[in-house]
């Protein structure tokens, strides 16, 4: 890329990314090539699908749905009612992760629950997942008390400083996503949190959805305060519209909302940005989109969603120089 024609934060950014993928590159040598699948810290954003939505299928189902739709890899959830849930992180995430390689896909992401270092599963889930060549991991999310916005930052502070701590100790990437109505929904308080820590072990899992509906058209500029915390972005969309007389945010397939995707990916891009994508499906999917077990579709109508929702991102990032 041609320094001459970036800014000098993007260049900044771009700085930082590339240094916080040295400890993702140091433990993925400790897999083999074929057991990683691609990886997308040397190769550009993988794809991934977020396991969310395919909660009615197990392992194997999974992963060869996955593979067959085009998925590069999954983004697998590690949480209560996850596929892995946290009690048995230990026997079923290694279980889940070698099914999954074998059938040429990545692990390069998981979703969690963590919030604090010493919750009780933190240190299995992440000693685990690190021992696995898994790169990066999204905790849970912060709520506001209510009792003073300075006050809870510092307690939020002190719980992300904790927790870089054990990522350093683990060797593992820990994300914070922004939420509409949660700490981090504006994403200028995530920064002011992240900003005194190690890009290489804390930073945030960008929603361009969420960070559309908090700051309209101030987006760009909360991605660019935060660019160099980058460890993930998620992918969806939505639009406004009118219930009852409010307005409320509705959800829809990828493309047929109000998210600028094109200025959204060519601002990825400059920044250099080469992690995981995780593909989202939060409009109605028969439960899908809520991560039920049970279909109240079928499954074809549900497949048939995602292929062309995937179809829909590999010709955005394509068209943005993303891939």
């Known amino acids: 890329m041609n320094q001459e024609r970036i800014s000098r934060k993007q260049f900044v950014c771009l700085t930082a990314m590339a240094a916080a993928t040295v400890p993702f590159k140091g433990m993925a040598s400790l897999i083999p090539d074929e057991e990683l699948g691609r990886n997308p810290l040397q190769a550009g954003p993988s794809i991934n699908i977020f396991s969310k939505h395919l909660h009615w299928l197990g392992y194997q189902e999974m992963a060869a749905l996955a593979k067959d739709m085009g998925y590069e890899g999954i983004d697998l959830t590690v949480r209560p009612q996850g596929h892995v849930l946290p009690e048995k992180v230990k026997q079923d995430l290694p279980k889940a992760v070698d099914i999954i390689r074998n059938a040429g896909l990545g692990v390069y992401t998981i979703t969690t629950d963590i919030g604090k270092a010493k919750d009780r599963y933190t240190e299995d889930i992440l000693k685990t997942a690190a021992s696995l060549g898994i790169p990066n991991y999204r905790m849970g999310w912060y709520s506001y008390s209510g009792r003073g916005i300075v006050r809870d930052l510092e307690i939020f502070k002190r719980d992300l400083r904790e927790l870089a701590q054990l990522n350093r100790k683990y060797g593992i990437h820990g994300d914070y996503e922004n939420h509409t ?143």
Not at 190 to 216: C, E, T
Not at 274 to 303: C, M, T
Request: net charge neutral.
């Open 181 to 323: 109505g949660r700490f981090g929904g504006p994403v200028w308080d995530l920064w002011m949190v992240l900003k005194d820590l190690d890009p290489r072990w804390s930073g945030i899992q960008f929603d361009i959805r969420h960070a559309s509906v908090d700051g309209a058209e101030a987006w760009p500029v909360n991605l660019d305060l935060i660019c160099s915390y980058l460890g993930s972005v998620t992918v969806k969309d939505y639009h406004w519209t009118q219930k009852n007389g409010k307005w409320l945010t509705q959800n829809v397939p990828l493309g047929q909302g109000m998210i600028d995707y094109p200025h959204y990916f060519k601002l990825l891009k400059d920044y250099g940005f080469n992690k995981p994508v995780s593909q989202h499906f939060e409009y109605p999917l028969g439960g899908a989109d809520a991560g039920a077990s049970q279909l109240s579709i079928s499954r074809e109508e549900v497949i048939s969603h995602i292929r062309e929702d995937l179809k829909t991102l590999k010709a955005m990032m394509a068209a943005s120089g993303l891939r």
